[in-house]
Nanobody, 121 residues
Framework: QVQLVESGGGLVQAGGSLRLSCVAS????????MAWYRQAPGKERELVAS???????NYVDSVKGRFTLSRDNAKNTVYLQMDSLKPEDTAVYYC???????????????WGQGTQVTVSS
């Protein structure tokens, strides 16, 4: 089994910054992509940013220029630096990883428990 543990959420004023971290641990052979999703109340979960093992990164349009995704493969960790935060960024942020964990079936999706980000106006 694989566990994803997120940290770094909290309450911040508009224009402020937060840095989210997600550490993967457990029976990990290979991690392909790592990503951050978010879900606001009454809305569907959306992809915020993702990166593959080679470092290619993409972002949803609404966060381009404000959020930066980075990854430390040696530590099985992904970070999301969030700057110039807006009230509409308020959501629960979830870490996701595609992992080969030794069981048959190739890559499996794993999710963290989520961390709340609240941006006040």
């Amino acid at each position: 089994q694989v566990q994803l543990v997120e940290s770094g959420g909290g309450l911040v004023q508009a224009g402020g910054s937060l840095r989210l971290s997600c550490v993967a641990s457990g029976s990990i052979l290979i991690i392909n992509s790592m990503a951050w999703y978010r879900q606001a109340p009454g809305k569907e979960r959306e992809l915020v940013a993702s990166t593959n093992r080679g470092g290619f990164t993409n972002y949803v349009d609404s966060v381009k220029g404000r959020f930066t995704l980075s990854r430390d493969n040696a530590k099985n960790t992904v970070y999301l630096q969030m700057d110039s935060l807006k009230p509409e960024d308020t959501a629960v942020y979830y870490c996701n990883a595609e992992v080969v964990d030794g069981r048959p079936g190739g890559f499996r999706d794993y999710w963290g428990q989520g961390t709340q980000v609240t941006v006040s106006s």
